[in-house]
């Protein structure tokens, strides 16, 4: 499947939804994808990509960015904070906002650097232990905690269990984004983006349906 295909099938995908064409932004999941394939996702006008890793990011879109401009990185993977200086230095958008000790972290480092990339909550809406993420019933609380720290919070991000239906999940978290004036929903797939869109996705996040199967080391 290629970058078009993707874009076309979102497009289709609005309009059953009855949005506005491009109304959803692609994320183009770039983490663990030779150079060389991104590059040519690049040359094809794709400009938002995301990266799971801070010091994978580190190595490889500096010089991207030096060729190409109005790129739109977003973290997408777990966050440690003695990484998170490093991460709002890169990114212009981080979705795995997940804890207090992060968002006190971020806050600190936002009045430090005079800038602080967008926001999304990570709520763990399967609530599956070896998962990050707010679990719903205290995502209210941990959305109005970030908000009075003046964190620019603008939307939510989830990942719904492997083996249950995403529609329920994606359906929950629009639910507390919309409870909490909140806009942004960063969910779906490659396997799921069509249904995330049809429950108000403002982000889809696809990566081997772009690049083809990812190049893990061995």
Known sequence: ????????????????????????????????????????????????????????????????????EGLDLHLIGPLQTNKARQAMELFHNIHTLDRPKLAKTIARLAQELGHCPQLFVQVNTGEEPQKAGIIPAEADQFIRECQDMDLRVAGLMCIPP?????????????????????????????????????????????????????????
């Open 162 to 218: 492997a083996d249950e239906e995403p529609s329920l999940h994606f359906s929950l978290l629009a639910k507390i984004a919309a409870r909490n004036g909140l806009t942004g929903l960063s969910m779906g797939m490659s396997g799921d983006f069509e249904s995330a869109i049809a429950l108000g996705a403002t982000h889809v996040r696809v990566g081997s349906a772009i690049f083809g199967a990812r190049a893990y080391e061995l």
């Open 1 to 68: 499947m290629s970058l078009q295909d993707i874009q076309s099938r979102i497009h289709d995908a609005e309009a059953r939804a009855g949005k506005d064409a491009g109304e959803t932004q692609l994320i183009a999941v770039s983490k663990v994808q030779p150079n060389e394939r991104v590059e040519a996702v690049l040359q094809e006008g794709q400009r938002c990509f995301g990266e799971n890793r801070v010091q994978e990011a580190a190595g490889k879109w500096p010089e991207f960015s030096s060729r190409f």
